[in-house]
């Protein structure tokens, strides 16, 4: 360490004398804005720091028995949080040097047995002449006024077997530039939906963004705010939704559904790098993962502070690796964050029920507290049980029937086809996650917090068909009462 | 009338910094100075600028005082805000933020300790900004953003192999815009300046602010010029002036490669509209000596005062740039004070650009072999810069030397003909002259 001049304090005397010396030097010129910018030296490159990356941000996953087609499951997957609608013509175009992914982990192992795998190619027709997405109506995808779309490939990965390519050179919704561009946004979409062989669909959309909470509950707990989460004052934002519907037999082990019907699903999002390898002619790299979501708020509510990036870069096969993790969900902050905020007393640790909803999913067989035969892969007949490791994975077991009237509160509500069997875009997982973290069983809510966020639903309705998740908003946020 | 704009504006320069006094008052955080033009902003959409981020951050933490990841955002905001606005008023403020951050949550609080280095970084205080970044990496082996931060240090501080490991470690954890320029950088200095276009493109292409656009359009144009492309550098600020308007560094940009395309009338309005907004020392140095070169030597001369006069501003800020203000003497002042300033550089830090400004500044000052080995040390890595080149030519000029000194004037010719509009005509006449002596 060398010795280092102090630094002067500034004051505020001292800094307006300064100015009025540079002011006068300057003769003239009016300096704009507040405070006279006075830079760093061209030598040093200031690059961007701030670690904000919204295309690979993936903000929630959903995977459920289709309500009108109970022969399939549905997985949504959403990434890019807070589009502004309407902010201009704004286009939030998926990455294209990323595999967009959502894994199936059908067997216990905490690796993908199946992997649906997203890749986007940008067609841009713009040339230098215009910034604009569109030069007229865009009244079909195709539509030559339609100057920027993307394109992109769906391929089904199993392990051992050679990548099976779905969909070849599909065209992704575009971004909703607006109402007086895009008059039918549904059209559009209809559009852009894809049939599978082998049965089933798929679409790249934009969306209204489905998640829904108040985020006071949290504040009042962290005594911070979750902004970072993505997931603040979400009502009126779009996002980027991939959606495909698929018959049970393509996820069950053996394509089995009915001896093998529990499935463990988490998206992530990998990012092709770089190798700094000096005189390579082209300076790729592997892909690496760079995000990672199971079940909602996991990151949120149970990865402690120091882990979280590591969370995002491992697979679930090694967070029975990570003791840091692990002690986490058996000792979880929130409990006594809860107690000493409100009173009410921490269930007894370790929490051993908290380990059978996120780890390894809800089975007498995992001899867990639990005793309910619900969603970890333990229940299906033909797997090797030895194989099986606790592995955070958003769990469902597809033999649930479809519920005619679907509680908010899933299985705590008592209707076992909710959250945290799977998770539908109506579960409220905010009042679930926390009545479970509070030690709240079926039928046995935490009164004191049956209130949960006061937030009981998403800001647009979803629908009753594929792809569920409402169409994108398009009145601005800013503007929206 | 321009006494009283004079006056005017001095008023509404200390009511603006009035406005800085306390971090916990100040409720408006300074915005990007109002564009010339508008485009209808960016090319994407995507995050919000800086700083609505910034009154975001500040009105929550109104709200959760206790917020420590949130303060450490703001300090992190801070930083940011002051590389896209050039105010240094911001690092005060942001080191507030930071330490209140650290304060509330001592432990595992990578966020804060990785703003401290960036702040740490902004301000020149390199060998600081590593120490903080290594507590942040020991911290969380898996966080990416320090690593950025650490690059960026052991890049200034000269350890070449140390930074080019920290950016692959970035890369490796996180590739994003924010590792690409980094990579872009190192392979710059190392002279693959192919390679760094194509990361600034892999860059650009992750890029989802119009800031972060602006940047990556910014450093191609920068690359393009340096190989002597002024018409496609000029493309490239175009480029990121219409994805940020308010991104004045691509506006001086452009007053640089309109000179080097002849077209001063035009130059000599960019750098003045660049400088109002933004007086950058780096734009006012280049606008003196293009006026300068045009024998407007009087105007010239007012520049130079006003960077005098930045340089005060700077220091009170806790900014050390010794580096800045020892090219600006060794040209332009006094070669002797020029060397004190960069012989202090030099004993921080190995770099190779304050090799090439020491030893520049002891050519100034007459002391040629002493010249010669840092002017060589410059170019260690092998970076391509013609200002580089054409200094090591001159040194081994004056000693004598004059078949390198041929080899390395032409040589910066050869890499960008329109390095400077001082120095390569100067390059060009001493040219000529060594060829007459063969």
Known sequence: ?481 | MRRLALIATAAALCAGLAGFAALEDSADPPGPPAPLSAPGGGDRGGPPDMGTVITKLQTGLRQQPADASGWAQLGSAYVEQARLTVDPTLYPKSESALRRSLALQPQHNTAALTGMAGLANARHRFAQARTWADKAVADDPYAWAPYGALNDALTQLGDDPAAQDAVQHMLDLHPSTESFTRASYTLELHGHTAEAAQALQRALEDASSPADVAFCQHYLGELAFNTGHPQQALDHYRRALAADPTYTASLAGSARAEAALGQSDRAVTDYRTAIARVPQPQYVLEFGELLQSLGRDGEARTEYGVLRAEQKLFAANGVVDDLNLGQYQADHGDPELAVTLLTAEWNRRHNVLVADALGWAMHRAGRDAEALPLARQADRLGWRDALLRYHRGVIEQSLGDLAPARTDLAGALAANPHFSPLYAPDARTRLARLQGQR
């Not at chain 1, 779905?166 to 559009?191: C, T």
């Not at chain 1, 955070?392 to 069997?421: C, H, I, W, Y």
Request: charged content about 20%; hydrophobic content about 35%.
């Open chain 1, 1 to 481: 360490m060398t010795l280092r001049r102090k630094p002067a304090r500034i004051g505020r005397r001292r800094s307006a004398a300064l100015l009025l010396t540079l002011s006068t030097a300057v003769a003239g010129a009016a300096l704009a804005g507040p405070g006279a910018g006075v830079g760093q030296a061209s030598s040093h490159r200031e690059a961007p720091l701030i670690a904000s990356d919204p295309q690979v941000d993936n903000t929630d996953l959903y995977a459920f028995s289709s309500p009108d087609k109970s022969d399939t499951v549905t997985l949504v997957a959403n990434w890019y949080p807070f589009q502004e609608p309407n902010g201009g013509p704004n286009f939030y175009p998926f990455a294209t040097d990323a595999h967009y992914d959502i894994n199936i982990d059908s067997q216990g192992t905490g690796t993908p047995d199946l992997t649906y795998r997203w890749t986007f190619r940008n067609e841009d027709r713009r040339g230098d002449k215009t910034f604009l997405y569109n030069n007229g109506v865009v009244n079909n995808l195709t539509d030559p006024t339609l100057l920027f779309r993307q394109h992109y490939t769906l391929q089904e990965i199993r392990t051992g077997h050679r990548p099976v390519t779905l969909v070849d050179d599909a065209i992704a919704a575009p971004s909703n530039v607006g109402k007086a561009s895009m008059p039918d946004y549904g059209r559009l979409r209809s559009q852009a939906t894809r049939r599978l062989p082998g049965g089933g669909q798929t679409v790249a959309s934009q969306a209204a963004d489905p998640f829904f909470l108040d985020l006071r509950i949290f504040d009042l707990l962290y005594g911070g705010n979750l902004s970072e989460t993505g997931h603040n004052t979400l009502n009126g934002y779009n996002v980027n939704t991939l959606a495909i519907q698929v018959p049970k037999s393509a996820l069950a082990y053996r394509g089995n559904a009915t001896r093998n019907p529990v499935v463990g699903v988490w998206s992530s999002t990998e990012r092709r790098t770089m190798q700094l390898s000096p005189g390579k002619s082209t300076p790729t790299g592997p892909y690496v993962q760079v995000s990672r979501l199971g079940n909602p708020l996991v990151n949120e509510a149970v990865v402690p502070a120091g882990l979280k990036n590591a969370f995002n870069a491992l697979p679930p096969s090694q967070d029975h690796n990570q003791p840091k993790l692990v002690a986490k969900v058996l000792d979880p902050e929130v409990p006594k964050l809860v107690q000493a905020i409100y009173g009410i007393p921490a269930p007894a640790t370790p929490r051993t029920d908290l380990q059978e909803i996120f780890l390894t999913g809800i089975a007498k067989a995992t001899g867990g507290p639990l005793a309910v035969d619900l969603n970890s892969q333990l229940l299906n007949k033909d797997i090797d049980k030895r194989r099986f490791v606790p592995a955070e994975e958003l769990r469902l077991n597809m033999s649930t029937p479809v519920t005619a009237k679907p509680n908010r509160l899933g299985v705590l509500g008592g209707d076992f086809q909710g959250f945290p069997n799977g998770r539908r875009m109506a579960d409220d997982v905010v009042d679930i996650a926390l009545q479970a973290l509070e030690g709240a069983t079926p039928g046995h809510l935490i009164q004191a917090l049956a209130a949960g966020d006061g937030v009981n639903g998403p800001g647009r309705p979803y629908t009753g068909s594929f792809p569920y998740i409402a169409l994108p908003f398009t009145n601005a946020v800013n503007q929206a009462g």
